[in-house]
Every structure is written in structure tokens, then in C-alpha cells.
């Protein structure tokens, strides 16, 4: 592992002087912007980079913006407060990610915009991939995975692994092995075809209209199944099954163990 | 005279100081790189932090005219573009365990190729434990603008890969892929 070097401390130290307080040892890779009208609280051994695209953390008036320690951000990322946004410890944070507790912002300075914010709260040990969007009121707990590409603006729940937009949790954070591809991401997909559904269920939501359960509908969904997962269900686990969400936990019951991928 | 009209031995004079200047510029801003193949070019100046091995082909073009490439390899990380790759403005390649992309890929702008989930960020003393999975881009595949490839992934050679897509796993070779997470479309 390299040490800073004095140059790279010190230029460090410069673009991050408006912040309100910087913790030890932060590390920057390129010029990013920071614009600071209400305070700006920096944990040790921050890293930010700037390139090839700029980042930008900005602070509005009377906001809050709060990033704990060892937190990681890639480049071209936008993180904007005009009223509390909070990243906990060791969280690490892809490239191209916005995260704002607003609609939307104008330029720095400009009085004019009115702010309808909600705080922005996301945990320690996060991983955020690539690409993400995070807009006002979402929370992510502890340990929570978002994959690249995804908008949450919702409620993440600890250690969960989320993705799509907008987010939807996909199975647990960590589990490495095809996680795109666990029974969740692809069983509404399945339900809409085999219960001649008009669009894809929500899981977590949506009971199942008995008008569609019949025998044939059940008998499809069965033979689908073991083609896509290889699992073979008995009509009977499945049949007591009231929400969509029973049908996806007994099919994740059903799955073998996940070897991790070579 | 105009450009249109040139005879091809009159634009080809024309064009060689951008040549020239394109070939200087793989020896000036490429040099922290390992190794470098012959006849490889850079277009404006692209951003190499090699704390591990960068290797580049022959016949490589770089773009970074609109937006600087990032090319960074962490202490054990292993970069390998092979010959006649052409990368576009923008794009990040960073490599913790190993980057390898085959020859004659294509790789659109602002794409990320990162084996881990924070790019570029190669040298962080006790930081957070970083978890780096290899990526392998077969020889001859295509990825469109804006596509950002996962850490583990493996594309096959010759496949193509849409615009705005995040490819996570395994893409066959010889398939058109697209979506969030790629899924194959059609063969190519």
C-alpha cells in the first residue's frame, strides 16, 4: 500500500478547506467541486475521485451533508444536500452515482429554487454500485447492497441487496452467485405468463386473483418452473400459497446452494 | 483545396500531423504503462495511475478527446488490452485483481469496466476491505455506450452488448445482450 505523498495531503487539504470539519488522511484523485452554504462533516480516511468526470458534494443553505469514516466515492458522482444527507461508515460508493434530497437544484448561489426536500439516510458498510440514484426519503440500512443502475427512493431494509428501478430487494447482500438471476428477479416475468397476467406482479405487494389459479394456470406454472429453476414443487406447497410473495419464498426454499462462480 | 475533394494522397498529408501528434502522445502519456505494443495511439490525454501492471497491445487507439480515460490498476492489479482495441472517450478500466480485454474489442463512451465496485480508486491505506472479482472480454466483442460491466463478469467473444446496459455474469459468445442485467436478445 502507498502512503500519500506530502503533495497529494496537501492539495487534498485545499479543495476540501470549505468543508466544516475533514477527518485524517482523505484522499482525492482530481479537482472535485464543493460548494459549502451550510455544513459539510467529513470522516477520516475519506476517498473521492474526480476523474475522468468531476465529482461534486454540495451543501445548501442550512443543510446537513454527513459522511462517515473510510467512506470510498468513485468518480462523477453528485451528492447534493439542502437538508440532511447522512452516509455512514465504510460505505462504498460507485461511479456516476447521484444522491440528492431534493427534486431537483439549481446552480450554487441561485436563491430562486424552492427546496422540497426529504433527508437522505444511507448506512454503514453500504455498497452502492455504479450509476445509482438515490432521491429524497430513501433510507439504507446497514449492510445494504444496491447493484449499478438502480433508482431507491424508497425504504432499504439492513443487509438486504437491492436493484432495478425502481429498486426492488433481490435476495440478501453478499450472496455473490448470480444474484440478477435469483427467483425473485425473474418470477414475475413467470407468473405474468403462466397466470395470463396483464402486466408482471409486484412481489411483495399483489395476492394472487383466484380467478386465475385454476388447475391448467397452476400445472404451467409448475412446468415453467422446474424449466427455469430446475425445481421440482408439489402442487400442494404451492397451492397454499395467498401472495405472490409465498410463491417466490418456496421457490427460493426449493433452490439448490448456489456454487459461487468461478 | 477542400477535404472532399483531396486526392487520397493529399489528405493522407493532411492528416499526418494529427497522426504524428496521436502516435507521440501513446509515448508521452502512456509511458507509466508496462508495456506497450507498436503503433498504438491516444487521442488527447488519457489518465494512467498504475500501481500494478498495464499492459496494452499494438494497433491500440485511446480516445480521450471529450472526456479523459481512466486507466488504474491497484498494487496487484493486472490490466491487459490486447491489440487493435479501440476504447472511447470517457471510459474507466480499473483493475484490483485483473482486466482482460481481448483483441479488437470496442469499447463506447463513458463505459466502466471495474472488477471492483468503486472504480479508480486503486491505493487507499487501511481502507475498507476491497472484494475484486475478474472481468475477461472475449476477442472481438462490442460494447455500446454507456454500458458498465460488474465485477466477475465474462462476455464471449465476438457478442455485443446494448447501449446502457449492466452486464453482470456470464454473456455467450457471438449474442446480442441488453438490459438491466444484460440478458442475450438474439445472436449477432
Known amino acids: 500500500m502507498k502512503t500519500l505523498s506530502w503533495w497529494d495531503a ?11 470539519s475533514v477527518g485524517t488522511d482523505p484522499y482525492l484523485i482530481g479537482k472535485p467541486t464543493i460548494n459549502v452554504d451550510g455544513e459539510m462533516h467529513i470522516g477520516k480516511c475519506f476517498s473521492l475521485a474526480s476523474r475522468p468526470v468531476a465529482s461534486h458534494l454540495t451543501a445548501g443553505q442550512g443543510a446537513i451533508l454527513r459522511i462517515g469514516d473510510h467512506v470510498s466515492i468513485g468518480s462523477g458522482a453528485g451528492i447534493a444536500a439542502f437538508q440532511h444527507v447522512s452516509i455512514g461508515n465504510d460505505t462504498q460508493i460507485g461511479a456516476f452515482v447521484v444522491i440528492m434530497d431534493t427534486n431537483f437544484h439549481g446552480a450554487p448561489g441561485d436563491q430562486s429554487v424552492q427546496h422540497d426536500c426529504q433527508p437522505v439516510q444511507i448506512g454503514n458498510g453500504c455498497r452502492i454500485g455504479s450509476r445509482v ?4 426519503g430513501a433510507v439504507i440500512g446497514d449492510g445494504a447492497e ?11 431494509p439492513p443487509g438486504a441487496c437491492a436493484a432495478g428501478a425502481k429498486a426492488r430487494i433481490i435476495g440478501r447482500a453478499g450472496d455473490l452467485a448470480s444474484r440478477w438471476d435469483s427467483a425473485a428477479a425473474s418470477l414475475p416475468e413467470l407468473l405474468m405468463n403462466s397466470l395470463n397476467l396483464s402486466s408482471p406482479p409486484d412481489l411483495d405487494a399483489s395476492r394472487i386473483p383466484i380467478d386465475r389459479w385454476t388447475d391448467a394456470s397452476v400445472r404451467d406454472l409448475l412446468d415453467a418452473l422446474s424449466a427455469r429453476f430446475g425445481v421440482a414443487l408439489d402442487r400442494i406447497s404451492i397451492d397454499q400459497s395467498r401472495t405472490f410473495a409465498e410463491i417466490a419464498a418456496a421457490v427460493e426454499q426449493a433452490l439448490p446452494e448456489r456454487s459461487p462462480r468461478p | 483545396m477542400s477535404q472532399k475533394n483531396a486526392s487520397p494522397l493529399m489528405s493522407r498529408l ?17 509511458r507509466h504503462c508496462d ?18 501492471r498495464i499492459m496494452i497491445g499494438a494497433r491500440v487507439r485511446l480516445n480521450s478527446h471529450w472526456a479523459p480515460i481512466e486507466l488504474a490498476s491497484g498494487p496487484h492489479g493486472v490490466i491487459d488490452i490486447a491489440d487493435g482495441v479501440y476504447i472511447n472517450y470517457g471510459s474507466i478500466i480499473s483493475a484490483h485483481e485483473r482486466v482482460r480485454i481481448g483483441a479488437n474489442v470496442m469499447i463506447g463512451n463513458y463505459c466502466i469496466v ?21 472481468i475477461e472480454i472475449g476477442d472481438g466483442a462490442w ?5 458498465t460491466v460488474l465485477p466477475g463478469s465474462k462476455i464471449g467473444a465476438g457478442a455485443v452488448i446494448a447501449a446502457g446496459s449492466v452486464v453482470s455474469g456470464d454473456i455467450p459468445p457471438g449474442m446480442v445482450a441488453g438490459g438491466i442485467p444484460a440478458r442475450v436478445l438474439r445472436a449477432v
Open chain 1, 133 to 136: 440514484t438515490i432521491t429524497r
Open chain 2, 143 to 147: 460494447l455500446a455506450t454507456r454500458v
Open chain 2, 114 to 134: 471495474a472488477d471492483t465496485e468503486v472504480p479508480a480508486i486503486v491505493d487507499r491505506p487501511d481502507g475498507p476491505s476491497i472484494s475484486a472479482r475478474p
Open chain 2, 14 to 30: 493532411q492528416a499526418a500531423p494529427a497522426w504524428i501528434r496521436s502516435r507521440l502522445g501513446a509515448y508521452i502519456w502512456l
Open chain 1, 10 to 20: 496537501f492539495r487534498a487539504r485545499r479543495w476540501l478547506q470549505d468543508c466544516t
Open chain 2, 35 to 52: 508495456q506497450i505494443g507498436a503503433n498504438t495511439r491516444t487521442f488527447w490525454r488519457p489518465n494512467v495511475e498504475n500501481h500494478g
Open chain 1, 146 to 156: 444496491i447493484l449499478a443502475g438502480s433508482v431507491v427512493s424508497s425504504v432499504i
